[in-house]
């Protein structure tokens, strides 16, 4: 609670103060609940029934922050992918080391390195300031 800036349960707080700092980040990226949260909703981008990177990356942008990708992101989204897939593919151990975190078992009817590329640009979508900031 307090990487999130919360207030002590002590007494009540009418309104929460607004903070973005790199604790939050870290917590959001690395917290074991956070990256199987991350890893299902990969595994739920994949079972869609989305037959390109860029469908499932629209997919994922409106699953998670209720709007269309833009050019940009879309093209940053398929960098990641790529680069992430290229990583997972050479080393199947760190794949999955990733894809055990937490407590539900990972789908093994998805290829290991997809899953775990996927589970990135989960993890990049759920800890977007604009995911995690209410406006």
């Not at 349960?9 to 990256?35: G, H, K, M, Y």
């Not at 890893?39 to 409106?62: G, M, P, T, W």
């Not at 879309?74 to 593919?89: G, H, V």
Request: proline content about 4%; glycine content about 0%; overall charge negative.
């Amino acid at each position: 609670m307090l990487a999130f800036d919360a207030p002590s349960r002590e007494a009540c707080a009418a309104e929460r103060p607004r903070s973005n700092i790199p604790q939050q980040a870290l917590v959001l990226l690395n917290d074991p609940v956070f990256v199987e949260a991350a890893r299902v909703f990969a595994e739920k981008i994949l079972q869609s029934n989305h037959s390109n990177d860029e469908e499932k990356i629209a997919y994922a942008f409106d699953n998670a922050l209720t709007r269309k990708p833009n050019t940009e992101e879309i093209k940053i989204m398929q960098s990641l992918l790529q680069n992430q897939r290229e990583r997972y593919k050479a080393d199947e151990k760190a794949a999955i080391e990733l894809l055990k975190t937490g407590m539900k078992a990972y789908d093994d009817s998805i290829e290991i390195s997809e899953l775990a590329a996927w589970t990135s640009i989960s993890r990049t979508l759920l800890n977007m300031y604009e995911t995690t900031a209410r406006l």
